[in-house]
């Protein structure tokens, strides 16, 4: 079945090349030129992957990012004609995937596109409550964690923090949300709590530790 991607993007005659790229390498598109007809195609249809202008009439798509996210994990690439840093924080901080400055050569779009898909839809797999990914293998129900066939011991914390980390992976995950979905909503503690465990957590994963991406003001993010 093909991919069905979702561009977004007010400039026509970018949106139609960006549209070409994308059927000839066989996937399904539909396009929207505002805010508000991207979120209409939202609540219309289920996409694979959304590639999203920021500088949008009606509804900007940062905020078109945080509609989506309230309810869809759909990989976003976001698409800007600024080069700021800022922006590109804001936008990783909000759930975008991944991240694309004007001018830009559609190849490579398609190449990200390509390889943000493959991680989405990569080895990791439950079955039975068992997470896999890079030889790192989680049991939700016996809370047991084996990296290549041999067990490693995790405290509570730091078994939550993988299972977060492996049921979202390919995806940015702030510290803020990391403290917000492992230690709570209800939770006071310091921001460096997160990264203290994130710390203890890497040292005893070894050589797999390697998949915990930093990203340098944004947080963190699990990569094959």
Same mark, same amino acid.
């Given at each position: 079945m093909k991919k069905r991607v979702l561009i977004v993007e007010d400039e026509e005659l970018m949106r139609e090349v960006v549209r070409d790229y994308f059927?000839?390498?066989g996937y399904e598109t539909c396009e929207a030129g505002t805010g508000a007809e991207a979120l209409?195609?939202?609540? +219309?249809? #289920?996409?694979?992957? $959304? %590639?999203?202008? /920021?500088?949008?009439? +009606?509804? #900007?798509?940062?905020? $078109? %990012?945080?509609? /989506?996210?309230?309810?869809?994990?759909?990989?976003?690439?976001?698409?800007?004609?600024?080069?700021?840093?800022?922006?590109?924080?804001v936008g990783y901080e909000m759930g975008a995937d991944d991240y694309m400055?004007?001018?830009?050569?559609?190849?490579?779009?398609?190449?990200?596109?390509?390889?943000?898909?493959?991680?989405?839809?990569?080895n990791v797999c439950t079955q039975n409550g068992i997470i896999s990914a890079c030889g790192i293998e989680v049991n939700e129900n016996s809370h047991t964690v084996t990296l290549d066939g041999v067990y490693v011991d995790l405290t509570p914390k730091e078994f939550e923090l993988l299972v977060y980390f492996m049921n979202n992976r390919g995806l940015v995950l702030s510290r803020d949300q990391l403290l917000s979905k492992v230690w709570g909503y209800d939770y006071f503690g310091d921001l460096r709590t997160v990264d203290t465990h994130i710390k203890k957590l890497r040292a005893k994963l070894g050589e797999k530790a390697c998949h915990i991406k930093t990203l340098i003001k944004a947080g963190y993010k699990f990569e094959e």
């Open positions: 059927d000839h390498a209409e195609r939202m609540e +219309e249809s #289920d996409f694979d992957l $959304v %590639l999203l202008d /920021i500088m949008l009439p +009606e509804v #900007d798509g940062l905020s $078109v %990012l945080r509609q /989506i996210r309230k309810s869809n994990q759909v990989p976003v690439i976001l698409i800007t004609a600024r080069s700021d840093e800022e922006d590109e924080l400055t004007k001018p830009f050569s559609p190849k490579v779009l398609l190449a990200k596109a390509n390889a943000l898909l493959k991680r989405a839809s990569g």
